[in-house]
């Protein structure tokens, strides 16, 4: 249980963290307008690569993770951010807006992205030790 919680636990609270963070009213404004605008973009873009990260870490237990880790990240990230847009539509001073699925799935990609490139270094510096460990002892 205490393994299933350590996994799954942060999940669970980054998707509360979006979910109150959709349940604000009207947002503050910086200037109405573009910087405005990036600000929403780079919110949905960082908030679904988070939880991209968070979802291979629970889903890989351990392991290295592939396809099947990737596929149902990004499909859990697709169905929450529909859900999230849904969720919007019944708040007051907020809209559901079916276009920012689009910046959520490209913020879970960049999440798959960083995660993918962070299991490559990994299991790279990992030889790279193993190799010069091994050297050493033949010494």
């Known amino acids: 249980m205490r393994k299933r919680l350590w996994r799954w636990g942060p999940v669970a609270a980054w998707l509360i963290v979006i979910f109150m963070g959709s349940s604000i009213g ?3 404004s910086v200037d109405r307008g573009t910087l ?8 949905h873009l960082s908030e679904y ?3 991209a990260l968070l979802l291979l870490r629970a889903l890989k237990n351990g392991q290295a993770f592939g396809w099947r880790e990737i596929v149902l990240t990004l499909i859990v990230a ?4 529909l859900s ?3 969720h919007q539509t019944f708040v007051k001073g907020r809209n559901g807006e079916l276009w920012t699925v689009g910046l959520d799935m490209a913020g879970a990609l960049i999440g798959v992205v960083i995660g993918l490139w962070r299991q490559r270094n990994y299991h790279k ?4 030790s193993a190799s010069s460990t091994n050297q050493r002892v033949g010494d």
């Open 26 to 28: 009207t947002l503050p």
């Open 36 to 43: 405005d605008q990036l600000m929403h973009w780079v919110g």
């Open 49 to 51: 690569a988070i939880l």
């Open 78 to 81: 697709a169905v929450y951010g």
């Open 84 to 86: 999230d847009e849904w």
């Open 125 to 128: 510096h990992m030889r790279r």
